[in-house]
């Protein structure tokens, strides 16, 4: 397993990779660090590239390790194109569950961006549970960033 740490727009943070996929993505309090793991790189340069309007979506390989229930929650958000949200309930109706069970799912997302829960809202389009370090002001200017690329 390899790290990377980086600065971004929206803070520094952290790509992880194993087995040549990356595994996490989110903001993280720690220090900024070097590699020259070729997909760790690739990773940071499109997820800049997202961030500064460059790039409406990520390529690089992933991983998602969780239950089969998640990956039906995470593989249903991928499907929320970029600069539209959806709702939790939305999301639970579909998957033919409840709005508490689609939230755990997302909080338990460690691939943040690449797995956009960020575009998930309350019924009343209230921001609402963002588990990645900035809470509530990260979720906010992704949806910020993708709004104003259109």
């Not at 993505?25 to 460059?54: E, G, P």
Request: proline share 3%; with cysteine.
């Amino acid at each position: 397993m390899s790290s990377y740490v980086f600065k971004s727009l929206i803070g520094n943070i952290e790509v992880i990779s194993g087995n040549n996929k990356i595994t996490g993505v989110s903001r993280t309090r720690k220090a900024i660090t070097k590699t020259k793991d070729k997909l760790l790189l690739r990773a940071a340069f499109q997820i800049n590239a997202y961030l500064t309007r460059r790039r409406r979506s990520l390529s690089f390989p992933t991983r998602q390790m969780g239950t089969k229930f998640q990956n039906r929650v995470w593989n249903h958000l991928r499907q929320v194109p970029y600069g539209r949200t959806t709702s939790y309930g939305q999301i639970a109706k579909k998957l033919k569950t409840s709005p508490r069970a689609v939230g755990r799912a997302l909080g338990r997302n460690n691939l943040m961006m690449t797995v956009p829960c960020h575009r998930v809202i309350g019924k009343n389009g209230e921001l609402i549970g963002f588990t990645s370090v900035g809470g509530i002001s990260t979720k906010k200017r992704l949806l910020k960033l993708e709004k104003n690329s259109k």
